[in-house]
């Protein structure tokens, strides 16, 4: 009996267990180069680190210069603005375009392959792309502008249309990427609720807004978040397409740590300044996640 | 599967320790700014055919130079011998080998020391800010310029060259990279340094500091220059090569880029002046890095380039500016333009020379002299750009 007993809490115990073993691969991967650069990132945050020299501590000095950092601040703020500017626009362009191409057009998937394409190609080399397209002397846009009789426009020389740019050209380049998680969530939505809603006479826009928005809420949630996530981390596009300027006008969060910590080599500054940073993205993230399901507890 | 598995594991071992036993290969960092790393791998090919040791040129762009050299001395990994400038120089200072009784010092100028006053680098080439030109598109609308025994001023120049302004193929009359390193000899040619003495007393909101401020903002403002490298990353040299500019700003290690580059003719002129002549004095060299496990075959290679067959050798096949006493160079097709650049060199007073080298020593400058000609190019008050770029520099120095 005793035999038994302790078989079947071995047995338990293996059952609990196995998971975790599958899981450690991935885990110690993702501790060894995500956690631990990261403990250390927050330590060399309250240091004078210059990347080669040993460190000193400093205490809270290098958080102390941040808040009277103006150009830190000015990226973080254009940076901001730009996860307020984008990722409602990337939102609604990957949402509209899957909406369209789950419907039983012909060559649906040629459409779907058009409208991927552009994630295939790499950050840097969309960045690329388009400052040939845009560059103000040389580039394809005014060719074609000048072209038709129209004034050559200062494209990339103007702080605005720059701006602009970026927002255009992030969302040509990902929004395919979200509109596949948009489609794999719209085909699961079950076909029932659109007949019931269509018995019950529900026109095809108290159908999208009261069927097919509700059901597809996972799916929100982790394009809202991960367009954000992506957003706040814009770097590889920016360094091909505008550099960050015209006039530090495409200056974001991360090129400026980057500058710091590998242009002026304040490591420990730069450290600091990618805490903060860390801080802004966790409580957008968690403000996200506590609106989006207050539905659920309320409920 | 046990034989299986002790086939494997046998193999595996095979594998580690034939890469334990594979020697370490010496490596050289360097960057082109031409076609210098042809010339310098002719030398390392011709070094392995005379002694037989292998060193491996790797090629690295210059933006990503510092901070590689910078991980790999942090990673315990240094390269036995890397191109460097003076500001690698200051940097990495205690790390880099002392070259005391490796070559003959006397031999060259443009040394750098360590806190010991040891000398820690081979001198490989002299660099002087000056002017290009695209004759042809002057020639075709009729414009004049300087030449080496015709210095003009500022106001001379832009008068001239303004007339290129809105002219058929011309993108702008001139252009000029948003750094630090050419917009200093703005200053210079005002007669005036950025510090008094060292890090203490600054000229930065002289009335000097404010004219030369504004002439560059009013070159941008006016279309004298061409703003598009505002809206990329540096690439001034590569518009001049479309030959849609009248002028260039740079320095000569520009020369063999542009000889290879462009199909149009080109040429150097004295840069002008506001109340004297200036330019700026940089130059490369070669170290030779502690704890790369090859620190003997690297000081071995050093005295081996500097000896005048390899050390004229570099200079005269790069077009490089040499800075070994009683060397002959002969500049070949490039003979007038290095004239010049010799001549700017002649010209400038030593306390311009002094001022920029103690700038390059101070890490983290270099961006914010960046920023101000940025700064200046959107516009804005100068006295008061002035003002804040020595708070910041003053910052970084405390």
Same mark, same amino acid.
Request: glycine share 6%.
């Given at each position: 009996?005793?035999?038994?007993?302790?078989?079947?809490?071995?047995?338990?115990?293996?059952?609990?267990?196995?998971?975790?073993?599958?899981?450690?691969?991935?885990?110690?991967?993702?501790?060894?180069?995500?956690? *631990?650069?990261?403990?250390?990132?927050?330590?060399?945050?309250?240091?004078?680190?210059?990347?080669?020299?040993?460190?000193?501590?400093?205490?809270?000095?290098?958080?102390?210069?941040?808040?009277?950092?103006?150009?830190?601040?000015?990226?973080?703020?254009?940076?901001?603005?730009?996860?307020?500017?984008?990722?409602?626009?990337?939102?609604?362009?990957?949402?509209?375009?899957?909406?369209?191409?789950?419907?039983?057009?012909?060559?649906?998937?040629?459409?779907?392959?058009?409208?991927?394409?552009?994630?295939?190609?790499?950050?840097?080399? &969309?960045?690329?792309?388009?400052?040939?397209?845009?560059?103000?002397?040389?580039?394809?846009?005014? $060719?074609?502008?000048?072209?038709?009789?129209?004034?050559?426009? $200062?494209?990339?020389?103007?702080?605005?249309?720059? !701006?602009?740019?970026? &927002?255009?050209?992030?969302?040509?380049?990902?929004?395919?990427?979200?509109?596949?998680?948009?489609?794999?969530?719209?085909?699961?939505?079950?076909?029932?609720?659109?007949?019931?809603?269509?018995?019950?006479?529900?026109?095809?826009?108290?159908?999208? !807004?009261?069927?097919?928005?509700?059901?597809?809420?996972?799916?929100?949630?982790?394009?809202?978040? *991960?367009?954000?996530?992506?957003?706040?981390?814009?770097?590889?596009?920016?360094?091909?397409?505008?550099?960050?300027?015209?006039?530090?006008?495409?200056?974001?969060?991360?090129?400026?740590?980057?500058?710091?910590?590998?242009?002026?080599?304040?490591?420990?500054?730069?450290?600091?300044?990618? &805490?903060?940073? *860390?801080?802004? &993205?966790?409580?957008?993230?968690?403000?996200?996640?506590?609106? $989006? $399901?207050?539905?659920?507890?309320?409920? | 599967?046990?034989?299986?598995?002790?086939?494997?594991? %046998?193999?595996?071992? #095979?594998?580690?320790?034939?890469?334990?036993?594979?020697?370490?290969?010496?490596? +050289?960092?360097?960057?082109?700014?031409?076609?210098?790393?042809?010339?310098?791998?002719?030398?390392?090919?011709?070094?392995?055919?005379?002694? /037989?040791?292998?060193?491996?040129?790797? #090629?690295?762009?210059? @933006?990503?130079?510092?901070?590689?050299?910078?991980?790999?001395?942090? /990673?315990?990994?240094?390269?036995?011998?890397?191109?460097?400038?003076?500001?690698?120089?200051? @940097?990495?200072?205690?790390?880099?080998?002392?070259?005391?009784?490796?070559?003959?010092?006397?031999?060259?100028?443009?040394?750098?020391?360590?806190?010991?006053?040891?000398?820690?680098?081979?001198?490989?080439?002299?660099?002087?800010?000056?002017?290009?030109?695209?004759?042809?598109?002057? @020639?075709?609308? /009729?414009?004049?310029?300087?030449?080496?025994?015709?210095?003009?001023?500022?106001?001379?120049?832009?008068?001239?060259?303004?007339?290129?302004?809105?002219?058929?193929?011309?993108?702008?009359?001139?252009?000029?990279?948003?750094?630090?390193?050419?917009?200093?000899?703005?200053?210079?040619?005002?007669?005036?340094?950025?510090?008094?003495?060292?890090?203490?007393?600054? @000229?930065?909101?002289?009335?000097?500091? #404010?004219?030369?401020?504004?002439?560059?903002?009013?070159?941008?403002?006016?279309?004298?220059?061409?703003?598009?490298?505002?809206?990329?990353?540096?690439?001034?040299?590569?518009?001049?090569?479309?030959?849609?500019?009248?002028?260039?700003?740079?320095?000569?290690?520009?020369?063999?880029?542009?000889?290879?580059?462009?199909?149009?003719?080109?040429?150097? %002129?004295? +840069?002008?002046?506001?109340?004297?002549?200036?330019?700026?004095?940089?130059?490369?060299?070669?170290?030779?890095?502690?704890?790369?496990?090859?620190?003997?075959?690297?000081?071995?290679?050093?005295?081996?380039?500097?000896?005048?067959?390899?050390?004229? =050798?570099?200079?005269?096949?790069?077009?490089?500016?040499?800075?070994?006493?009683?060397?002959?160079?002969? =500049?070949?097709?490039?003979?007038?333009?290095?004239?010049?650049?010799?001549?700017?060199?002649?010209?400038?007073?030593?306390?311009?020379?002094?001022?920029?080298?103690?700038?390059?020593?101070?890490?983290?400058?270099?961006?914010?002299?960046?920023?101000? #000609?940025?700064?200046?190019?959107?516009?804005?008050?100068?006295?008061?750009?002035?003002?804040?770029?020595?708070?910041?520099?003053?910052?970084? +120095?405390?």
């Amino acid at each position: 009996m005793q035999v038994e007993q302790e078989s079947k809490s071995l047995l338990t115990f293996k059952t609990k267990m196995v998971p975790y073993l599958f899981l450690a691969p991935n885990l110690i991967i993702f501790s060894i180069f995500i956690i *631990l650069p990261a403990i250390i990132g927050i330590y060399y945050s309250f240091t004078d680190f210059d990347g080669l020299r040993s460190p000193n501590w400093v205490g809270f000095e290098n958080y102390r210069r941040l808040w009277e950092d103006d150009r830190f601040r000015a990226a973080m703020w254009n940076t901001i603005r730009l996860v307020v500017a984008t990722v409602p626009i990337v939102f609604m362009t990957s949402l509209f375009i899957a909406l369209i191409i789950i419907r039983p057009l012909k060559a649906r998937g040629f459409f779907r392959a058009s409208y991927y394409w552009p994630v295939m190609i790499s950050l840097i080399v &969309v960045g690329f792309m388009w400052q040939w397209i845009l560059n103000p002397r040389f580039g394809l846009f005014n $060719s074609v502008i000048t072209g038709l009789g129209f004034n050559a426009s $200062s494209t990339l020389l103007d702080a605005r249309f720059a !701006w602009w740019g970026v &927002v255009f050209i992030f969302t040509w380049s990902r929004a395919g990427y979200y509109m596949i998680m948009f489609v794999a969530a719209l085909l699961s939505v079950p076909v029932q609720l659109y007949e019931a809603a269509q018995i019950d006479g529900a026109s095809k826009l108290q159908r999208f !807004w009261y069927v097919t928005y509700p059901s597809i809420k996972p799916a929100r949630i982790m394009v809202f978040i *991960l367009a954000a996530m992506e957003v706040f981390k814009i770097y590889p596009i920016i360094v091909t397409f505008t550099g960050g300027g015209p006039f530090r006008a495409t200056r974001f969060t991360v090129q400026h740590i980057y500058e710091t910590a590998f242009q002026s080599y304040e490591v420990g500054y730069a450290s600091a300044m990618s &805490v903060i940073m *860390l801080l802004f &993205v966790t409580v957008f993230t968690g403000i996200n996640f506590f609106v $989006s $399901s207050r539905g659920e507890r309320d409920a | 599967m046990k034989k299986l598995l002790a086939l494997s594991l %046998v193999l595996s071992l #095979v594998v580690l320790l034939s890469a334990c036993g594979r020697q370490k290969e010496m490596q +050289m960092l360097w960057w082109d700014d031409g076609t210098e790393g042809q010339v310098m791998q002719e030398l390392l090919d011709r070094y392995e055919a005379e002694t /037989g040791v292998v060193i491996e040129l790797v #090629v690295l762009p210059f @933006n990503d130079y510092e901070t590689r050299l910078r991980t790999m001395i942090n /990673g315990g990994e240094a390269p036995a011998l890397a191109r460097v400038t003076e500001g690698h120089l200051n @940097n990495f200072k205690e790390f880099i080998l002392s070259l005391e009784d490796v070559y003959d010092q006397s031999n060259f100028t443009n040394h750098f020391y360590n806190e010991a006053g040891e000398s820690i680098s081979l001198p490989l080439d002299i660099t002087a800010n000056g002017l290009f030109i695209n004759l042809t598109l002057l @020639n075709e609308h /009729g414009i004049n310029y300087p030449t080496l025994g015709d210095v003009w001023t500022w106001d001379e120049f832009v008068a001239e060259f303004s007339k290129l302004k809105g002219a058929d193929g011309v993108a702008a009359p001139g252009v000029f990279d948003h750094q630090a390193h050419r917009f200093m000899p703005l200053m210079y040619q005002h007669g005036i340094t950025l510090w008094d003495t060292p890090y203490t007393s600054s @000229n930065l909101t002289s009335p000097e500091a #404010v004219a030369a401020l504004t002439m560059l903002q009013e070159f941008y403002a006016d279309g004298f220059i061409e703003a598009f490298p505002l809206a990329q990353s540096s690439n001034a040299a590569t518009l001049f090569r479309t030959g849609n500019y009248g002028f260039h700003m740079s320095g000569n290690w520009n020369v063999t880029g542009h000889a290879g580059e462009v199909d149009f003719e080109w040429t150097v %002129v004295p +840069m002008p002046y506001v109340e004297n002549r200036a330019t700026i004095l940089g130059g490369k060299s070669m170290a030779a890095f502690a704890d790369s496990g090859m620190e003997q075959e690297a000081l071995d290679f050093i005295a081996w380039l500097a000896a005048p067959a390899q050390h004229d =050798y570099f200079t005269q096949e790069a077009f490089y500016l040499t800075p070994r006493f009683g060397a002959e160079v002969d =500049y070949g097709e490039f003979a007038d333009e290095y004239a010049v650049f010799l001549d700017e060199i002649a010209a400038t007073d030593e306390r311009f020379v002094q001022d920029w080298l103690t700038q390059v020593m101070i890490p983290g400058m270099y961006p914010i002299i960046n920023d101000l #000609v940025e700064d200046a190019a959107e516009g804005g008050d100068v006295l008061a750009l002035l003002q804040a770029l020595e708070t910041r520099l003053k910052g970084i +120095m405390e």
